[in-house]
């Protein structure tokens, strides 16, 4: 395509587009041309330059999430998902129960089940010669960290993580065969949400976050309802295991495809943080979330009008030569202090943050021994608008 | 001890409040307002962690 970005039906942000790639030249072309622009397609605006992704994602009263971030709200649940679809202050009181729980201080205690769990399972990859690293060690060990914090079965691992590719936001022929394949798994996910706080209101634990939910009581006398509990036990294990999932994969095929930069983590000149920003920056797993107009808004030349969806594209704002030189290419020990992956302002900035990085930091550190004799296959992406996921990364280990 | 925040880096995130309210609040529009400047030894763990978890590196502790 030459010329500006004029017409809107050249514009094409499916799920079944990224299904084959994020159109990077796409986002490219938006940011220089039509950084806020309508898409008729998706019946929103697509925000796509850093300076106007964080602009409008710190402005959270003007911009709201009580309407649902991936998609318009669900009209059968009549109730917003604690917290995600809460603004403040409503959204304060049920962020501030789980804050602590995943604060730097918290996280680093959890160091030590990271390793294990992942001595564990890169143990059994390196046994086994490799195998699909999204089904053997990208989806489990996100999953089973995620598992301990909440406190469900590791033999859960696979209906759960079922239930969240079918639920979460994509149009994937293997993870939504059919429409009611949709509402079924919405609905048992939810039920097994509810079980679990039913069996641990009867069993309560010491020292357990879903037992001081459970029991928590404001001054007022104040408690979380039984809906509330269950979706904070669903918003735990899906945003903790879809993300992390994709933050690992990419890497992997990342250092793959960077052998230069693989050599500089190998030889010391990068340290494990540093390759896990920069695949976070490269592959934004979140790409982009939703927020709904609360009132008409003047930016960057055009006007949003009250009610109006506008997405807020981080994997673009990632790669803004305004804030990143030469963004396209995989640079480790570039400064990503202003990175948008896990947020760009305002008060949903992602509550495992620390706990991603942790996670992708132990991975690639339990993989070191094996990085120069692995080879790599093509991965497998999920088509989706949301996620810039990887459903199957094929891995052999010379 | 010595608490200081840049309220330009600051993104809204609301992190340092939900984590050490006693030193960190948070104006209308989300960004940082600092309750105090001064905190002593005793606060450090609690404060390092809101400093930590600060997505934008707006604060910063000094021994002053």
Known sequence: MTGPLTTVSSLDLSAGRFGRSVPWETFARLRRDAPVCWYEDGGCWVISTHALVGQVNRDFRRFSSASGIAKPGDPTRGRKRVPVEMDPPEHTRYRSLVNRSFAPSAVRSLAGTVERITGDLVGAFRAAGGGDLVADLAGPIPFQVMAHIVGVPVTDATQVTAWGNTVTSNQDPDYRPSPDAVDRARRDYTAYCHAVVAERRSAPREDDLLTNLITYQDEDGWRLSDDELADYVETLLTGGTETTRHLIAHMIALLAENPAELDRYLDGSLDADQVVNETLRMASPVMQHGRTAQEDVELAGQLIRTGDRVTLWMVSGNRDDAVFDDPDRFVAHRDNSKLMSFGSGGPHYCLGAQLARLEGRVVLEHLRPVLRSIEVGAPERVWSNFFNGVKRLPVAIR | ?64
């Open chain 2, 1 to 64: 001890m010595r608490v200081s925040a840049d309220v330009d880096r600051c993104m809204a995130s609301g992190q340092c409040a939900l984590l050490a309210p006693e030193v960190f609040g948070t104006r209308e529009d989300g960004t940082v307002v600092l309750r105090r400047s001064a905190a002593d030894e005793t606060e450090r763990d609690r404060l390092q962690d809101a400093v930590d978890a600060c997505p934008a590196a707006a604060l910063s502790l000094s021994d002053a």
